[in-house]
Protein backbone atom coordinates (compact mmCIF):
# COMPACT_ATOMS: atom_id res chain seq x y z
CA UNK A 1 0.00 0.00 0.00
CA UNK A 2 3.13 2.04 -0.13
CA UNK A 3 2.28 2.92 -4.11
CA UNK A 4 -0.19 5.48 -4.13
CA UNK A 5 -1.68 4.11 -7.11
CA UNK A 6 -2.36 0.99 -5.74
CA UNK A 7 -4.46 3.55 -2.84
CA UNK A 8 -6.26 5.02 -5.87
CA UNK A 9 -7.57 1.56 -6.80
CA UNK A 10 -8.26 -0.15 -3.80
CA UNK A 11 -10.67 3.91 -3.06
CA UNK A 12 -11.99 3.42 -6.17
CA UNK A 13 -13.13 -0.09 -5.94
CA UNK A 14 -14.55 -0.19 -2.76
CA UNK A 15 -16.76 3.30 -4.14
CA UNK A 16 -17.52 1.32 -7.49
CA UNK A 17 -19.12 -1.45 -5.54
CA UNK A 18 -21.25 0.74 -3.11
CA UNK A 19 -22.29 2.77 -5.90
CA UNK A 20 -23.48 -0.16 -8.10
CA UNK A 21 -25.12 -1.90 -5.01
CA UNK A 22 -26.86 1.41 -3.72
CA UNK A 23 -28.35 1.67 -7.38
CA UNK A 24 -29.44 -1.99 -7.66
CA UNK A 25 -31.37 -1.40 -4.72
CA UNK A 26 -32.98 1.49 -5.52
CA UNK A 27 -34.09 0.23 -8.76
CA UNK A 28 -35.59 -3.07 -7.57
CA UNK A 29 -36.75 -2.18 -4.78
CA UNK A 30 -38.67 1.28 -4.95
CA UNK A 31 -39.22 2.16 -8.60
CA UNK A 32 -39.52 -1.40 -9.74
CA UNK A 33 -42.66 -2.01 -7.66
CA UNK A 34 -44.38 1.24 -8.55
CA UNK A 35 -44.53 0.65 -11.63
CA UNK A 36 -46.43 -2.77 -11.10
CA UNK A 37 -43.35 -4.99 -10.98
CA UNK A 38 -43.58 -5.99 -7.23
CA UNK A 39 -44.31 -9.62 -8.12
CA UNK A 40 -41.11 -10.00 -10.47
CA UNK A 41 -38.49 -8.29 -7.79
CA UNK A 42 -40.03 -10.55 -4.71
CA UNK A 43 -38.89 -13.51 -6.93
CA UNK A 44 -35.76 -12.26 -8.02
CA UNK A 45 -35.28 -11.30 -4.72
CA UNK A 46 -33.09 -13.98 -2.79
CA UNK A 47 -30.73 -14.41 -6.47
CA UNK A 48 -29.95 -11.02 -6.06
CA UNK A 49 -29.11 -10.81 -2.61
CA UNK A 50 -26.84 -14.14 -3.03
CA UNK A 51 -25.41 -12.19 -5.85
CA UNK A 52 -24.86 -8.77 -3.83
CA UNK A 53 -23.12 -11.26 -0.86
CA UNK A 54 -20.87 -13.45 -2.95
CA UNK A 55 -19.02 -10.32 -5.03
CA UNK A 56 -18.68 -8.49 -1.43
CA UNK A 57 -17.46 -11.63 -0.28
CA UNK A 58 -14.41 -11.63 -2.98
CA UNK A 59 -13.90 -7.77 -2.55
CA UNK A 60 -13.15 -8.43 1.18
CA UNK A 61 -11.22 -11.28 0.72
CA UNK A 62 -9.23 -9.43 -1.86
CA UNK A 63 -8.60 -5.98 -0.58
CA UNK A 64 -8.88 -7.33 3.86
CA UNK A 65 -8.53 -4.45 5.88
CA UNK A 66 -12.12 -2.91 7.15
CA UNK A 67 -13.71 -4.68 4.16
CA UNK A 68 -13.23 -8.03 6.57
CA UNK A 69 -14.50 -6.45 9.30
CA UNK A 70 -18.17 -5.08 7.64
CA UNK A 71 -18.24 -8.43 6.25
CA UNK A 72 -17.72 -10.70 9.38
CA UNK A 73 -20.78 -7.96 11.17
CA UNK A 74 -23.47 -8.43 8.25
CA UNK A 75 -22.34 -12.77 8.21
CA UNK A 76 -23.22 -12.50 12.25
CA UNK A 77 -27.09 -11.17 11.51
CA UNK A 78 -28.41 -14.31 11.70
CA UNK A 79 -31.55 -12.90 13.08
CA UNK A 80 -31.94 -10.00 10.69
CA UNK A 81 -30.32 -10.93 7.34
CA UNK A 82 -31.64 -13.30 5.19
CA UNK A 83 -29.13 -16.66 4.76
CA UNK A 84 -28.60 -15.76 1.04
CA UNK A 85 -26.27 -13.37 2.84
CA UNK A 86 -25.31 -14.30 6.27
CA UNK A 87 -24.42 -18.06 4.35
CA UNK A 88 -22.44 -16.72 1.53
CA UNK A 89 -20.36 -14.17 4.23
CA UNK A 90 -19.81 -16.66 7.02
CA UNK A 91 -16.50 -18.39 6.68
CA UNK A 92 -14.95 -14.98 5.97
CA UNK A 93 -12.90 -14.85 9.13
CA UNK A 94 -11.42 -17.83 7.97
CA UNK A 95 -10.66 -16.94 4.57
CA UNK A 96 -7.84 -14.18 5.07
CA UNK A 97 -5.11 -14.84 3.45
CA UNK A 98 -1.96 -14.78 5.40
CA UNK A 99 1.66 -12.25 4.59
CA UNK A 100 4.38 -13.98 4.42
CA UNK A 101 6.62 -14.55 7.70
CA UNK A 102 9.50 -12.63 5.62
CA UNK A 103 7.65 -9.14 6.10
CA UNK A 104 5.97 -10.08 9.51
CA UNK A 105 9.30 -10.59 11.28
CA UNK A 106 10.97 -7.39 9.18
CA UNK A 107 8.46 -5.33 11.36
CA UNK A 108 8.16 -7.29 14.56
CA UNK A 109 12.32 -7.36 15.00
CA UNK A 110 12.24 -3.36 13.78
CA UNK A 111 9.67 -2.21 16.53
CA UNK A 112 11.29 -4.72 19.45
CA UNK A 113 14.54 -3.68 18.13
CA UNK A 114 16.20 -6.65 18.64
CA UNK A 115 16.52 -9.92 16.41
CA UNK A 116 13.59 -12.63 17.11
CA UNK A 117 16.11 -15.14 17.95
CA UNK A 118 17.15 -12.66 21.03
CA UNK A 119 13.80 -11.92 21.22
CA UNK A 120 12.03 -15.82 21.62
CA UNK A 121 13.64 -18.85 21.71
CA UNK A 122 11.37 -20.36 19.20
CA UNK A 123 8.73 -18.65 16.48
CA UNK A 124 7.05 -20.72 14.10
CA UNK A 125 7.13 -18.91 10.71
CA UNK A 126 3.04 -20.65 9.86
CA UNK A 127 0.95 -18.24 11.80
CA UNK A 128 -2.04 -19.67 14.02
CA UNK A 129 -4.30 -17.25 12.75
CA UNK A 130 -4.52 -14.51 10.04
CA UNK A 131 -6.91 -11.45 10.59
CA UNK A 132 -7.89 -8.69 8.52
CA UNK A 133 -5.72 -6.23 10.69
CA UNK A 134 -2.62 -8.61 11.62
CA UNK A 135 -1.40 -12.51 12.11
CA UNK A 136 -0.62 -14.20 15.13
CA UNK A 137 2.78 -16.41 15.63
CA UNK A 138 2.93 -19.10 18.06
CA UNK A 139 6.49 -18.48 19.78
CA UNK A 140 8.29 -19.48 23.32
CA UNK A 141 9.53 -16.80 25.33
CA UNK A 142 13.68 -17.44 26.49
CA UNK A 143 14.19 -18.87 29.86
CA UNK A 144 14.70 -15.62 31.63
CA UNK A 145 11.40 -14.08 29.93
CA UNK A 146 9.58 -17.26 31.00
CA UNK A 147 10.61 -17.00 34.07
CA UNK A 148 9.64 -13.47 34.67
CA UNK A 149 6.54 -13.63 33.22
CA UNK A 150 5.61 -17.33 34.65
CA UNK A 151 4.42 -18.51 31.17
CA UNK A 152 6.72 -19.59 28.27
CA UNK A 153 4.12 -20.73 25.35
CA UNK A 154 3.02 -17.29 24.10
CA UNK A 155 0.76 -15.75 20.89
CA UNK A 156 2.66 -13.11 18.72
CA UNK A 157 0.19 -10.73 17.18
CA UNK A 158 2.09 -9.14 14.77
CA UNK A 159 0.26 -6.18 12.79
CA UNK A 160 0.06 -6.40 8.91
CA UNK A 161 2.58 -4.31 7.14
CA UNK A 162 0.86 -0.73 5.41
CA UNK A 163 -2.31 -1.89 7.59
CA UNK A 164 -2.15 1.99 8.97
CA UNK A 165 -2.42 3.12 5.12
CA UNK A 166 -5.15 0.68 4.45
CA UNK A 167 -7.07 1.74 7.00
CA UNK A 168 -6.61 5.31 6.14
CA UNK A 169 -7.76 4.77 2.69
CA UNK A 170 -10.85 2.30 3.98
CA UNK A 171 -12.21 5.28 6.55
CA UNK A 172 -12.01 7.43 3.23
CA UNK A 173 -13.87 5.62 1.21
CA UNK A 174 -16.53 4.57 4.06
CA UNK A 175 -16.73 8.39 4.78
CA UNK A 176 -17.95 9.11 0.94
CA UNK A 177 -20.58 6.02 0.93
CA UNK A 178 -21.58 7.91 4.39
CA UNK A 179 -21.62 10.55 2.26
CA UNK A 180 -24.13 9.49 -0.51
CA UNK A 181 -26.48 7.55 1.68
CA UNK A 182 -26.85 11.09 4.13
CA UNK A 183 -28.67 12.76 0.72
CA UNK A 184 -31.06 10.05 1.13
CA UNK A 185 -33.58 11.71 3.33
CA UNK A 186 -35.63 8.83 5.46
CA UNK A 187 -31.85 7.93 6.45
CA UNK A 188 -30.39 11.31 7.32
CA UNK A 189 -33.52 11.87 9.41
CA UNK A 190 -32.99 8.90 11.47
CA UNK A 191 -29.07 8.20 10.95
CA UNK A 192 -26.25 10.68 11.48
CA UNK A 193 -23.68 8.63 9.56
CA UNK A 194 -21.24 11.00 9.11
CA UNK A 195 -20.77 11.20 12.90
CA UNK A 196 -20.96 7.29 13.15
CA UNK A 197 -18.63 6.95 10.73
CA UNK A 198 -16.05 9.44 12.72
CA UNK A 199 -16.77 6.71 16.10
CA UNK A 200 -15.96 3.93 13.77
CA UNK A 201 -12.63 5.84 12.81
CA UNK A 202 -11.49 6.45 16.87
CA UNK A 203 -12.29 2.95 16.90
CA UNK A 204 -10.47 1.61 14.10
CA UNK A 205 -7.66 3.78 14.54
CA UNK A 206 -7.64 2.46 18.50
CA UNK A 207 -7.87 -1.16 17.37
CA UNK A 208 -4.36 -1.03 15.07
CA UNK A 209 -2.60 0.47 18.53
CA UNK A 210 -1.19 -3.37 20.32
CA UNK A 211 -0.55 -1.09 23.69
CA UNK A 212 -4.14 -0.06 23.55
CA UNK A 213 -5.68 -3.68 23.55
CA UNK A 214 -2.97 -4.76 26.08
CA UNK A 215 -4.59 -2.30 28.50
CA UNK A 216 -8.37 -2.58 27.58
CA UNK A 217 -7.31 -6.85 28.09
CA UNK A 218 -5.97 -6.41 31.75
CA UNK A 219 -9.23 -4.41 32.68
CA UNK A 220 -11.31 -6.59 31.21
CA UNK A 221 -9.93 -9.57 33.55
CA UNK A 222 -10.19 -7.10 36.33
CA UNK A 223 -14.01 -7.37 35.49
CA UNK A 224 -14.08 -11.05 35.65
CA UNK A 225 -11.61 -11.33 38.01
CA UNK A 226 -12.53 -14.82 40.23
CA UNK A 227 -15.22 -15.56 37.86
CA UNK A 228 -14.45 -19.07 36.94
CA UNK A 229 -16.33 -18.88 33.99
CA UNK A 230 -13.95 -16.31 32.38
CA UNK A 231 -10.02 -16.75 30.45
CA UNK A 232 -8.05 -13.74 29.39
CA UNK A 233 -4.70 -14.00 28.27
CA UNK A 234 -1.89 -12.46 30.26
CA UNK A 235 0.20 -9.68 28.33
CA UNK A 236 4.02 -10.19 28.26
CA UNK A 237 4.85 -6.20 28.62
CA UNK A 238 8.78 -6.65 27.67
CA UNK A 239 7.93 -8.31 24.73
CA UNK A 240 4.68 -6.01 23.60
CA UNK A 241 5.03 -2.44 21.42
CA UNK A 242 2.63 -0.78 19.71
CA UNK A 243 2.57 -3.23 16.81
CA UNK A 244 3.74 -6.37 18.32
CA UNK A 245 1.43 -7.97 21.00
CA UNK A 246 2.79 -10.97 23.03
CA UNK A 247 0.15 -12.78 25.71
CA UNK A 248 -0.11 -16.36 27.05
CA UNK A 249 -1.20 -19.01 24.67
CA UNK A 250 -4.74 -19.62 25.12
CA UNK A 251 -6.13 -21.33 21.88
CA UNK A 252 -8.34 -23.82 22.45
CA UNK A 253 -11.91 -25.07 21.02
CA UNK A 254 -13.34 -22.71 18.61
CA UNK A 255 -16.52 -21.25 20.21
CA UNK A 256 -18.48 -22.79 16.86
CA UNK A 257 -16.71 -25.80 16.41
CA UNK A 258 -19.53 -27.79 17.26
CA UNK A 259 -17.85 -30.84 16.31
CA UNK A 260 -14.96 -30.53 18.49
CA UNK A 261 -17.36 -29.63 21.41
CA UNK A 262 -19.20 -32.49 21.31
CA UNK A 263 -15.57 -34.65 21.06
CA UNK A 264 -14.44 -33.09 24.10
CA UNK A 265 -17.98 -33.62 25.96
CA UNK A 266 -19.13 -29.84 26.10
CA UNK A 267 -22.97 -29.39 25.33
CA UNK A 268 -22.87 -26.25 22.82
CA UNK A 269 -26.42 -25.43 24.00
CA UNK A 270 -24.95 -25.01 27.72
CA UNK A 271 -22.12 -22.79 26.07
CA UNK A 272 -24.74 -20.47 24.03
CA UNK A 273 -26.31 -19.72 27.45
CA UNK A 274 -22.97 -18.77 29.34
CA UNK A 275 -21.65 -17.17 26.14
CA UNK A 276 -24.82 -14.77 26.49
CA UNK A 277 -25.12 -14.67 30.37
CA UNK A 278 -21.65 -13.13 30.17
CA UNK A 279 -22.17 -10.40 27.60
CA UNK A 280 -25.35 -9.30 29.65
CA UNK A 281 -22.96 -9.11 32.32
CA UNK A 282 -20.42 -6.73 30.28
CA UNK A 283 -23.48 -4.72 29.03
CA UNK A 284 -25.31 -4.52 32.09
CA UNK A 285 -23.50 -4.66 34.98
CA UNK A 286 -19.44 -4.11 34.44
CA UNK A 287 -20.52 -0.94 31.86
CA UNK A 288 -17.56 -2.57 29.65
CA UNK A 289 -18.18 -4.77 27.25
CA UNK A 290 -16.24 -6.88 24.10
CA UNK A 291 -17.36 -5.36 20.96
CA UNK A 292 -16.14 -7.78 18.85
CA UNK A 293 -16.76 -11.42 19.84
CA UNK A 294 -16.73 -13.11 16.34
CA UNK A 295 -15.53 -17.16 16.63
CA UNK A 296 -12.41 -16.61 16.42
CA UNK A 297 -12.15 -14.76 19.40
CA UNK A 298 -13.21 -16.67 21.83
CA UNK A 299 -12.14 -20.39 23.51
CA UNK A 300 -13.59 -22.76 24.96
CA UNK A 301 -11.03 -24.28 27.19
CA UNK A 302 -11.29 -27.20 29.53
CA UNK A 303 -10.50 -26.84 32.93
CA UNK A 304 -11.18 -29.72 34.96
CA UNK A 305 -13.98 -32.56 35.47
CA UNK A 306 -17.09 -32.02 37.58
CA UNK A 307 -18.12 -34.64 40.31
CA UNK A 308 -20.55 -36.27 37.41
CA UNK A 309 -17.99 -37.40 35.01
CA UNK A 310 -18.71 -34.22 33.00
CA UNK A 311 -15.61 -31.54 31.76
CA UNK A 312 -15.42 -28.49 33.17
CA UNK A 313 -15.09 -25.06 31.38
CA UNK A 314 -14.17 -21.33 30.49
CA UNK A 315 -14.84 -19.06 27.96
CA UNK A 316 -11.48 -17.38 26.99
CA UNK A 317 -11.91 -13.84 25.44
CA UNK A 318 -9.15 -12.73 23.35
CA UNK A 319 -8.81 -9.54 20.50
CA UNK A 320 -9.59 -6.65 23.24
CA UNK A 321 -8.50 -4.19 20.66
CA UNK A 322 -12.47 -3.51 19.61
CA UNK A 323 -14.17 -2.54 23.29
CA UNK A 324 -17.22 -0.25 24.30
CA UNK A 325 -18.25 1.08 27.62
CA UNK A 326 -21.48 1.75 28.41
CA UNK A 327 -22.28 4.66 31.09
CA UNK A 328 -24.20 4.28 33.91
CA UNK A 329 -27.45 6.54 32.84
CA UNK A 330 -27.26 4.62 29.60
CA UNK A 331 -26.86 1.18 31.29
CA UNK A 332 -29.68 1.86 33.65
CA UNK A 333 -31.91 3.04 30.96
CA UNK A 334 -31.12 -0.11 29.14
CA UNK A 335 -31.93 -2.03 32.19
CA UNK A 336 -35.37 -0.91 32.10
CA UNK A 337 -35.60 -2.00 28.18
CA UNK A 338 -34.14 -5.26 29.41
CA UNK A 339 -36.92 -5.10 32.18
CA UNK A 340 -39.81 -4.38 29.56
CA UNK A 341 -38.88 -6.85 27.00
CA UNK A 342 -38.99 -9.66 29.48
CA UNK A 343 -42.40 -8.95 30.97
CA UNK A 344 -43.48 -8.66 27.37
CA UNK A 345 -44.97 -4.79 28.18
CA UNK A 346 -45.14 -2.74 25.07
CA UNK A 347 -45.82 1.06 26.76
CA UNK A 348 -42.83 0.10 29.26
CA UNK A 349 -40.77 -0.76 26.25
CA UNK A 350 -41.68 2.22 24.23
CA UNK A 351 -40.86 4.41 27.29
CA UNK A 352 -37.82 2.70 27.63
CA UNK A 353 -36.14 3.27 24.53
CA UNK A 354 -37.65 6.36 23.93
CA UNK A 355 -35.23 6.94 27.33
CA UNK A 356 -32.14 5.61 25.71
CA UNK A 357 -32.80 7.94 23.45
CA UNK A 358 -33.97 6.02 20.56
CA UNK A 359 -36.82 7.52 20.05
CA UNK A 360 -36.93 11.46 19.72
CA UNK A 361 -39.03 13.62 22.49
CA UNK A 362 -41.17 14.75 20.10
CA UNK A 363 -42.24 11.09 19.07
CA UNK A 364 -46.39 10.62 19.25
CA UNK A 365 -45.48 6.73 20.41
CA UNK A 366 -49.51 5.33 21.05
CA UNK A 367 -49.44 3.28 17.88
CA UNK A 368 -46.17 2.43 18.06
CA UNK A 369 -47.14 1.21 21.80
CA UNK A 370 -49.88 -0.82 20.44
CA UNK A 371 -47.64 -2.44 18.14
CA UNK A 372 -45.52 -3.55 20.70
CA UNK A 373 -47.96 -4.66 22.51
CA UNK A 374 -49.14 -6.54 19.41
CA UNK A 375 -45.80 -7.99 18.32
CA UNK A 376 -45.55 -9.39 22.09
CA UNK A 377 -48.87 -10.97 21.95
CA UNK A 378 -47.95 -12.99 18.96
CA UNK A 379 -44.45 -13.63 18.39
CA UNK A 380 -43.28 -12.65 22.51
CA UNK A 381 -41.45 -15.71 23.86
CA UNK A 382 -40.56 -17.50 20.35
CA UNK A 383 -36.84 -18.46 19.84
CA UNK A 384 -35.07 -17.99 16.22
CA UNK A 385 -36.03 -21.70 15.39
CA UNK A 386 -39.33 -21.37 16.21
CA UNK A 387 -40.00 -17.79 14.57
CA UNK A 388 -38.10 -19.60 10.99
CA UNK A 389 -40.80 -22.23 11.61
CA UNK A 390 -43.95 -19.63 11.35
CA UNK A 391 -45.76 -19.00 7.92
CA UNK A 392 -44.28 -15.70 6.52
CA UNK A 393 -46.93 -14.10 5.51
CA UNK A 394 -47.86 -13.32 9.39
CA UNK A 395 -44.50 -11.60 9.32
CA UNK A 396 -45.31 -9.88 6.17
CA UNK A 397 -49.05 -9.09 6.84
CA UNK A 398 -47.53 -7.55 10.41
CA UNK A 399 -44.98 -5.59 8.74
CA UNK A 400 -47.32 -4.35 6.63
CA UNK A 401 -49.65 -3.36 9.06
CA UNK A 402 -47.17 -1.81 11.24
CA UNK A 403 -44.28 -0.33 8.69
CA UNK A 404 -45.99 3.12 8.14
CA UNK A 405 -45.83 3.61 12.32
CA UNK A 406 -42.20 2.82 12.21
CA UNK A 407 -41.33 4.50 9.54
CA UNK A 408 -43.22 7.98 10.91
CA UNK A 409 -41.52 8.11 14.17
CA UNK A 410 -38.64 10.54 14.78
CA UNK A 411 -35.90 7.73 16.14
CA UNK A 412 -32.39 8.28 15.75
CA UNK A 413 -29.04 6.38 16.82
CA UNK A 414 -27.74 8.13 19.83
CA UNK A 415 -24.10 7.74 20.65
CA UNK A 416 -22.21 4.68 22.14
CA UNK A 417 -24.86 2.58 20.16
CA UNK A 418 -22.24 1.53 16.91
CA UNK A 419 -20.35 -0.76 19.46
CA UNK A 420 -23.38 -1.89 21.18
CA UNK A 421 -24.93 -2.83 18.42
CA UNK A 422 -22.21 -4.94 16.98
CA UNK A 423 -21.83 -7.00 20.07
CA UNK A 424 -25.50 -7.63 20.05
CA UNK A 425 -25.61 -8.89 16.88
CA UNK A 426 -22.59 -11.17 16.93
CA UNK A 427 -23.63 -12.73 20.26
CA UNK A 428 -27.17 -13.02 19.04
CA UNK A 429 -26.25 -15.01 16.06
CA UNK A 430 -23.62 -17.11 17.73
CA UNK A 431 -26.16 -18.37 20.06
CA UNK A 432 -28.17 -18.88 17.47
CA UNK A 433 -25.67 -20.81 15.33
CA UNK A 434 -24.69 -23.21 18.73
CA UNK A 435 -28.35 -23.83 19.34
CA UNK A 436 -31.02 -23.73 16.65
CA UNK A 437 -33.11 -23.60 19.17
CA UNK A 438 -31.82 -20.82 21.59
CA UNK A 439 -34.06 -18.62 22.67
CA UNK A 440 -33.31 -15.16 23.88
CA UNK A 441 -35.87 -15.08 25.86
CA UNK A 442 -34.55 -17.54 28.40
CA UNK A 443 -31.30 -16.23 28.54
CA UNK A 444 -33.08 -12.69 29.43
CA UNK A 445 -35.35 -13.90 32.22
CA UNK A 446 -32.85 -14.73 35.07
CA UNK A 447 -31.10 -11.55 34.54
CA UNK A 448 -34.62 -9.50 34.15
CA UNK A 449 -36.20 -11.43 37.44
CA UNK A 450 -32.68 -10.30 39.20
CA UNK A 451 -33.67 -6.70 38.18
CA UNK A 452 -37.14 -6.50 38.48
CA UNK A 453 -36.35 -7.37 42.44
CA UNK A 454 -33.55 -4.62 42.81
CA UNK A 455 -36.30 -2.30 41.13
CA UNK A 456 -38.94 -3.42 43.99
CA UNK A 457 -36.82 -2.47 46.24
CA UNK A 458 -35.59 0.80 44.97
CA UNK A 459 -39.69 1.37 45.10
CA UNK A 460 -40.43 0.66 48.41
CA UNK A 461 -37.54 3.00 49.35
CA UNK A 462 -39.29 5.60 47.16
CA UNK A 463 -42.63 4.58 49.16
CA UNK A 464 -41.03 5.39 52.62
CA UNK A 465 -39.36 8.38 51.34
CA UNK A 466 -42.27 9.91 50.27
CA UNK A 467 -44.01 8.91 52.93
CA UNK A 468 -41.77 10.39 55.23
CA UNK A 469 -41.45 13.54 52.77
CA UNK A 470 -45.78 14.29 53.22
CA UNK A 471 -45.75 13.31 57.24
CA UNK A 472 -43.15 16.36 57.51
CA UNK A 473 -45.72 18.18 55.76
CA UNK A 474 -48.71 17.50 57.72
CA UNK A 475 -46.59 18.51 60.64
CA UNK A 476 -45.63 22.11 59.72
CA UNK A 477 -49.38 22.64 58.72
CA UNK A 478 -50.70 23.44 62.33
CA UNK A 479 -47.17 26.35 62.81
CA UNK A 480 -48.01 27.51 59.08
CA UNK A 481 -51.98 27.86 59.73
CA UNK A 482 -50.82 29.94 63.03
CA UNK A 483 -48.27 31.98 61.44
CA UNK A 484 -51.30 32.76 59.06
CA UNK A 485 -53.88 33.51 61.60
CA UNK A 486 -51.51 36.24 63.45
CA UNK A 487 -50.76 37.75 60.33
CA UNK A 488 -54.35 38.38 59.80
CA UNK A 489 -55.49 39.78 63.34
CA UNK A 490 -52.16 41.81 62.98
CA UNK A 491 -53.52 43.04 59.51
CA UNK A 492 -50.56 42.16 57.93
CA UNK A 493 -52.23 39.87 55.30
CA UNK A 494 -54.78 41.33 53.02
CA UNK A 495 -57.15 38.88 51.58
CA UNK A 496 -59.97 38.54 48.91
CA UNK A 497 -62.68 37.76 51.18
CA UNK A 498 -64.87 37.10 47.91
CA UNK A 499 -62.72 34.06 47.38
CA UNK A 500 -61.92 32.96 50.87
CA UNK A 501 -63.74 30.49 51.36
CA UNK A 502 -63.18 28.48 47.95
CA UNK A 503 -59.62 28.86 48.99
CA UNK A 504 -60.15 27.17 52.48
CA UNK A 505 -63.11 24.83 51.54
CA UNK A 506 -59.91 23.83 48.79
CA UNK A 507 -57.28 23.65 51.80
CA UNK A 508 -59.49 21.75 54.14
CA UNK A 509 -59.47 18.95 51.35
CA UNK A 510 -56.19 19.38 50.35
CA UNK A 511 -55.43 18.65 54.26
CA UNK A 512 -57.55 15.29 54.42
CA UNK A 513 -55.84 14.26 51.19
CA UNK A 514 -52.73 14.53 52.48
CA UNK A 515 -53.41 12.68 55.87
CA UNK A 516 -55.23 10.18 54.02
CA UNK A 517 -51.73 9.65 51.90
CA UNK A 518 -49.86 9.23 54.91
CA UNK A 519 -52.18 6.56 56.13
CA UNK A 520 -52.40 5.00 53.51
CA UNK A 521 -48.55 4.79 53.26
CA UNK A 522 -47.92 4.17 56.84
CA UNK A 523 -50.38 0.69 56.49
CA UNK A 524 -48.80 -0.11 52.95
CA UNK A 525 -45.25 -0.15 54.41
CA UNK A 526 -46.26 -1.42 57.93
CA UNK A 527 -48.28 -4.48 55.63
CA UNK A 528 -45.16 -5.28 54.06
CA UNK A 529 -43.44 -5.67 57.06
CA UNK A 530 -45.39 -7.58 59.09
CA UNK A 531 -46.24 -9.89 56.54
CA UNK A 532 -42.78 -11.63 56.56
CA UNK A 533 -43.77 -12.50 60.24
CA UNK A 534 -47.80 -12.80 60.26
CA UNK A 535 -49.17 -13.16 56.88
CA UNK A 536 -52.52 -12.45 57.75
CA UNK A 537 -51.82 -9.23 59.79
CA UNK A 538 -49.74 -7.85 57.24
CA UNK A 539 -51.85 -8.98 54.70
CA UNK A 540 -54.93 -7.17 56.42
CA UNK A 541 -52.85 -4.02 57.02
CA UNK A 542 -51.89 -3.89 53.05
CA UNK A 543 -55.38 -4.68 52.09
CA UNK A 544 -57.12 -1.73 54.57
CA UNK A 545 -54.22 0.72 52.79
CA UNK A 546 -56.65 0.26 50.03
CA UNK A 547 -59.64 3.13 51.76
CA UNK A 548 -57.40 6.03 52.27
CA UNK A 549 -55.93 5.30 48.89
CA UNK A 550 -59.26 5.60 47.21
CA UNK A 551 -60.07 8.89 48.60
CA UNK A 552 -56.52 10.12 47.86
CA UNK A 553 -56.94 9.26 44.07
CA UNK A 554 -61.27 10.18 44.31
CA UNK A 555 -61.25 13.24 46.44
CA UNK A 556 -60.41 15.57 43.84
CA UNK A 557 -63.15 14.73 41.49
CA UNK A 558 -66.03 15.29 44.06
CA UNK A 559 -67.44 18.56 44.48
CA UNK A 560 -69.74 19.78 47.71
CA UNK A 561 -73.08 20.73 45.34
CA UNK A 562 -72.50 18.89 42.38
Known amino acids: ?96 PPVDFGPIRELAEAELGIPLERAFAYVDPVPVAAASLGQAHRARLTDAEAEDTGFADVVVKVQRPGIEQIVEVDLAALRRVAGWLSRIRFIANHVDLPRLIEEFTHVSLQEIDYLHEAQNAERFAESFAGDPRVGVPVIAWERTTRRVLTMSD ?123 TALFARFGGMGFAQLQRLDPREFRDFGREFSDVVRSLPFQLPENFLLIIRAVSLTSGMCSSLDPEFNMWDAVEPYADKLLREERGNVMGAVAREAASVAGIVARLPRRADDLLTKVENGQLTVDLSRMESRMNRIERLARRVISAVLFAALLIAGAVLRAQDIMVGSVLMTASVIPLLYVVFAGFWRPGR
Open 1 to 96: MADPGSARARYRRILWFAARTIAQTWWFELILPRIGFAEYVARGRAARLQGIAKRFHALAVELGGLMIKVGQFMSSRLDVLPPEITNELAGLQDEV
Open 250 to 372: VTAIKINDIDGLRAAGIDPTEVAHTFAQIMFDQFFEHGYFHADPHPGNIFVTQTGMRPDGSPEWRLTFVDFGMMGEVPDELRHDLQQVLIAVAGRNGKQLVDSIRRVGVLLPSADTAELERAM
